[in-house]
Structures are given as structure tokens and as C-alpha cells.
């Protein structure tokens, strides 16, 4: 079982910051890929960025390449989601996810409750 803890939400102006973190606890971190996905208002949830276990690949979600960055600490079972040059289109609630296996899919072992970023324009 693994147990995922998002912080670092919250209200920010259109081109803003904010970094969101997520705190694993459970089996081994770094035997996990880890990734972030949020769901807008009215829409479905949808995948922004991962990072696998060993922290050498990472995939985007092609609206926030370049604006996002995803990073892990499994010295401290975190990962992180960096999020620059904020745009309204970006409120949503944010969820951390975790995987075991392959690399290859999205479909995610665990999820944390989730985190609201709210974009103001």
C-alpha cells in the first residue's frame, strides 16, 4: 500500500508560481513511477506530467511543456511538480499518482486525494 499527500496548492495570479509537492509513504519510493494529473471543472481528469523511478525519463502533457517541471527526491519519498508562467486554464484540482511496471502506460496503482490550484485572471 502506498499513501500519497499532496501540498503546496492554492491561489495565484495569471503568470505566477507555484510549486506542488507530494509525499509518498509506504513501499519503496523509488521503485515507483510517480505523476501529476488534474481535473478541471466539467471536464475528465487528465495527465500533466511523470517522472520515472530512477528520475531519468519524464513525459509532458504538450500544454505545459516548457512551463511545467516534474522532479523527485527518493532520498525523501517527494516528488515534485514546478509550475511556471501559470495561465487560468491551468485551475484545476491536481493529483499525485504512483505505478509500479511499465513505463509505457497511465494507468495508475495510486492516487492522492488531490490539491485545488486556482488560476486568477
Known amino acids: 500500500q502506498v499513501q500519497l499527500v499532496e501540498s503546496g496548492g492554492g491561489l495565484v495570479q495569471a503568470g505566477g508560481s507555484l510549486r506542488l509537492s507530494c509525499a509518498a509513504e509506504?513501499?519503496?519510493?523509488?521503485?515507483?513511477?510517480m505523476a501529476w494529473f488534474r481535473q478541471a471543472p466539467g471536464l475528465e481528469r487528465e495527465f500533466v506530467a511523470a517522472?520515472?523511478?530512477?528520475?531519468?525519463?519524464?513525459k509532458y502533457l504538450d500544454s505545459v511543456q516548457g512551463r511545467f517541471t516534474i522532479s523527485r527526491d527518493n532520498g525523501k519519498n517527494t516528488v515534485y511538480l514546478q509550475m511556471n508562467s501559470l495561465k487560468p486554464e491551468d485551475t484545476a484540482v491536481y493529483y499525485c499518482?504512483?505505478?509500479?511496471?511499465?513505463?509505457?502506460?497511465?494507468?495508475?496503482?495510486?492516487w492522492g486525494k488531490g490539491i485545488l490550484v486556482t488560476v486568477s485572471s
Open positions: 517522472i520515472r523511478s530512477d528520475g531519468f525519463a519524464r
Open positions: 499518482a504512483a505505478r509500479q511496471g511499465s513505463w509505457d502506460t497511465y494507468d495508475m496503482h495510486y
Open positions: 509506504g513501499r519503496t519510493f523509488s521503485d515507483w513511477h
